[in-house]
């Protein structure tokens, strides 16, 4: 993934399709896996991320056929086979969270682990509900992080657990999405306030939409010992993915269209048009596609504790906006595939831009000319999108391992040479 970019002052026009959503591709996989019998899903998100996903769960004994962006998945209605070696999950801390419930499912082994960054992201929370609800699970390496060794009996007692919602939703979701399968249902508790509510909510719409509820009451989540439905599925498209191309009609200036989104998804980062609009930027919807119509975007404040992966796109809005741009509530960006809150603070401030940082959060103050130079991903493929589309408003960017794009959205730099940025590998 190691590529480095090259990018310069562009104009774009023109329209692109987001990507298929990367958090619903995701949860569908885990899903249809889990249900007895066949689903046909439309529109999956190609990327390492998803892959590792698909990867998993065929080393747990899943078949899957691909036809370009349709995936075929026979379920096998909670049934799981040992794999054969340790299940390399890359740069996936979904793949890892989700995979490490279900892992609980099968029938002997399973040892979960990933590159030097996965192996950095914190389970502790997790592992600890897991032993609650009877699972037999240990760390290999430091305490509290993978590799995860899952000693699993084939089935998982369930019952109640408790957990902490202030590092990560996916926690939650985890448990939620294999919960149907625990011989005695789920009963959790989350543990002060629940970060990124929005993932959790989206992932009861999508146990509802394969046929199973989930009974929420405030901090209390609740699923009966149940089974999925299998069926066919066609994912939305990803704001998260989208908030960059639409901050590059901002960035630019430029009018630009973008499809496959669909309005009032009730994903997390649609919260991006909100804050556009409340910024300035003038967006419309026209015969079911996104048109970005420029605007002079000013400083605001926000707060993303529901929406962590906007810390990029608004960071870089911020920069360009005229005034300062205030970003709170997200101290586990801090804990994504880098600091997020400490690498655009150094990278914004080598291209001119004065940034503070806070502990939950930073402070952006906008100028309407950025430098060129060189800057860094760090690894973090939200970080290169961000920083590529800084890019296209700047005397000319190097932006060193861009080539991480591939982890979310492996097409992006080709979508934005189609608008007209001038953009070119090294």
Same mark, same amino acid.
């Given at each position: ?10 104009? @774009? ?15 569908? @996989? &885990?899903? !249809? ?6 689903? =046909?899903?439309?529109? %999956? ?17 899943? #078949? ?17 086979? #040992? ?19 279900? +892992? ?5 082994? %399973? ?6 960054? @996965? ?11 897991? =032993? ?55 009963? &959790? ?14 992932? =009861? ?101 529901? !929406? ?56 952006? /103050? ?10 860094? /991903? ?7 999108? +961000?920083?590529?589309?800084?890019? @296209? ?30 953009? =070119?590998?090294?």
């Amino acid at each position: 993934m190691g590529r480095d970019l090259y990018v310069s002052e562009s104009q @774009l026009s023109g329209t692109v399709t987001a990507p298929g959503s990367k958090s619903v591709t995701h949860r569908v @996989l &885990l899903i !249809s896996s889990l249900a007895d019998g066949t689903s =046909r899903i439309d529109n %999956c998100l190609d990327a390492l991320d998803t892959a590792s996903t698909m990867d998993g769960l065929g080393s747990l004994g899943i #078949e899957m056929v691909e036809e370009g962006r349709r995936v075929t998945v026979h379920g096998r209605g909670g049934s799981f086979s #040992e794999p054969e070696a340790p299940v390399d999950l890359g740069n996936s801390g979904t793949s890892l969270r989700f995979l490490t419930t279900l +892992a609980g499912l099968v029938d002997g082994r %399973c040892v979960l682990t990933g590159d030097r960054s @996965l192996r950095s992201r914190p389970m502790s929370d997790l592992l600890s509900s897991l =032993r609650q609800v009877g699972v037999d699970v240990r760390t290999l390496g430091e305490a509290g992080r993978a590799p995860i060794e899952v000693l699993g009996r084939g089935s998982i007692e369930g019952g109640r657990a408790r957990i902490g919602g202030g590092v990560s939703s996916q926690y939650v979701s985890s448990l939620l999405l294999s919960g149907p399968y625990f011989d005695e249902g789920l009963r &959790l508790k989350v543990i002060g306030g629940l970060k990124s509510k929005p993932y959790v909510d989206l992932t =009861r719409r999508m146990m509802a939409e394969f046929g199973v509820d989930v009974d929420a009451r405030e901090n209390l989540f609740e699923v009966n010992r149940s089974q999925y439905a299998p069926r066919e599925y066609v994912i939305e498209g990803d704001y998260s993915s989208a908030s960059f191309l639409i901050l590059a009609g901002v960035v630019t200036g430029s009018r630009i269209g973008i499809g496959g989104l669909t309005r009032g998804s009730g994903q997390a980062d649609e919260a991006f048009l909100d804050q556009l609009e409340r910024a300035g930027v003038s967006l419309e919807w026209s015969d079911g596609e996104l048109l970005v119509m420029g605007g002079e975007p000013v400083g605001l404040e926000v707060d993303l504790s529901n !929406s962590p992966d906007l810390v990029p796109p608004t960071a870089v809005l911020g920069a360009v906006s005229g005034g300062s741009t205030v970003i709170r509530g997200v101290e586990h960006a801090r804990l994504k595939e880098s600091d997020r809150l400490d690498v655009l603070d150094t990278e914004l401030k080598k291209l001119g831009v004065e940034v503070s940082q806070m502990r939950d959060g930073l402070i952006v /103050s906008g100028r309407g000319e950025i430098g060129g130079g060189e800057v860094d /991903s760090h690894g973090d493929h939200r970080i290169a999108m +961000a920083l590529t589309v800084m890019g @296209l408003r700047s005397e000319g960017l190097i932006i060193r391992d861009a080539g991480c794009v591939a982890v979310s959205y492996p097409g992006f730099i080709d979508d934005l040479v189609s608008l007209g940025a001038e953009i =070119r590998w090294l």
